[in-house]
């Protein structure tokens, strides 16, 4: 009912408003829209990237195969939010995306933020022994960090755009702040499943909370998306150097719900303290210059 709700309102939508004119058409259904249009644009890609690649759906992803389509997916959405944009008037400076000094200066005080909690989070299992350093894998140390970085950085960045930046736009114009920040986490949780499920499942309230803790963090920036960028990009560049690297193994001394099922942190106590600390962090930085 709900699903047959929204696809009846939107197409409504689109036969009875011209395609130039989108200003007043609800938030929701401009949601709604563009994640459809996103997805739209992207299959003939992902068709072509899947031939290329000699994957099929039935097969699992390998690392090269998911970085290759997950980038070709970032780098559409841009295009697809100006697009959007010009529907209905709007502006990535609206989204908390300003193409200015402070929002690099932000995305680097977010960065230093989001691998120091993580440095501290590891740092804590390694002097409790939960895990040990392996130093053996280091041999292209350099390469795999900058080309971690990048992705991080792409990564990043097109997810704070699109969820705390668009969507949550979007939705405070329709909902109170609070409910605004759930809507978007909860949608930005469960679309990580697209990727991958049975590793991505016990993350869920992880990375629930990690969209909380961003949507504070545009809160703490004035608005911006820097600091939210930096502590995403900071956070994946983190994980996903470690796991390329293999710079973690863990010891079995205590529960994966502590450490991360699945050696994953979000999935465990690691990662949502991890996310604690930085909310409560940021919750400081607010309160000290009268945010909230």
């Known amino acids: 009912m709900f699903f047959s709700f ?127 350093l392996k130093l053996s894998n280091l041999k292209s140390v350099s390469s795999t960090l900058f080309s971690v970085l990048l992705i991080a950085l792409l990564v990043g960045g097109v997810e704070e755009l699109v969820f705390r930046g668009f969507l949550f736009t979007q939705l405070e114009e329709v909902y109170s702040v609070w409910i605004a920040a759930i809507i978007s986490s909860l949608i930005f949780a469960l679309l990580h499943l697209v990727w991958e499920q049975k590793e991505t499942t016990p993350q869920l309230p992880g990375l629930f909370l990690m969209g909380i803790v961003l949507v504070l963090a545009r809160f703490a920036d004035a608005g911006s998306l820097g600091i939210a960028w930096g502590l995403h990009a900071g956070w994946v560049w983190c994980i996903a150097s470690i796991d390329t690297l293999g710079l973690i193994d863990y010891t079995g001394k205590s529960s994966e719900w502590i450490t991360g099922k699945n050696q994953k942190p979000l999935a465990g106590v690691a990662g949502v303290l991890c996310m604690g600390i930085t909310a409560v962090a940021l919750y400081l930085v607010m309160s000290k210059f009268s945010i909230v």
């Open 6 to 132: 929204i696809s009846t309102d939107l197409f409504e939508y689109l036969g009875s408003n011209s395609i130039f004119h989108w200003e007043n058409t609800p938030a929701l259904i401009i949601a709604i829209a563009f994640f459809v249009a996103w997805i739209v644009f992207w299959l003939p890609v992902a068709f072509i990237l899947t031939k290329l690649l000699h994957w099929t759906p039935n097969e699992p992803l390998q690392p090269q195969q998911k970085i290759a389509l997950v980038t070709s997916l970032y780098l559409l959405a841009p295009l697809i939010l100006f697009l959007t944009n010009l529907l209905i008037d709007e502006s990535f400076a609206n989204y908390g995306w300003v193409a200015n000094f402070s929002i690099l200066y932000s995305l680097f005080l977010g960065f230093f933020w989001g691998v120091a909690s993580l440095a501290f989070i590891f740092g804590c299992q390694l002097y409790l022994g939960l895990c040990k």
